[in-house]
Nanobody, 119 residues
Framework: QVQLVESGGGLVQAGGSLRLSCAVL????????MGWYRQAPGKQRELIAD???????NYADSVKGRFTISRDNAKNTVSLQMNSLKPEDTAVYYC?????????????WGPGTQVTVSS
């Protein structure tokens, strides 16, 4: 059974930093993209950043220049360094891992970790 375990959330003042980490427990074949999503109260879940197996990254405009995503393929971990945090970054952050086998995909999700940024 596969589990994604997130860590690093918490409460921080505006302008501060947090680092989120996600570890894959269990075996996932052919991991393709690893990423982070967030969902604020009353809003839809949105993609924040992702990184493919080749190391190419993609960021939401709202976090470009402030957040950095990285992954360790050997350890099957993905991290999100969040700097210059703003109150509007407050949300539950979810780790996502997508496996690709030929033309089919499967998504795995972590339970979420709360990030709260105070003004």
């Amino acid at each position: 059974q596969v589990q994604l375990v997130e860590s690093g959330g918490g409460l921080v003042q505006a302008g501060g930093s947090l680092r989120l980490s996600c570890a894959v427990l269990g075996r996932i074949s052919s991991i393709d993209v690893m990423g982070w999503y967030r969902q604020a109260p009353g809003k839809q879940r949105e993609l924040i950043a992702d990184i493919n197996s080749g190391g190419n990254t993609n960021y939401a405009d709202s976090v470009k220049g402030r957040f950095t995503i990285s992954r360790d393929n050997a350890k099957n971990t993905v991290s999100l360094q969040m700097n210059s945090l703003k109150p509007e970054d407050t949300a539950v952050y979810y780790c996502n891992v997508r496996s690709k086998i030929i033309i089919s995909y499967r998504d795995y999700w972590g339970p979420g970790t709360q990030v709260t940024v105070s003004s």
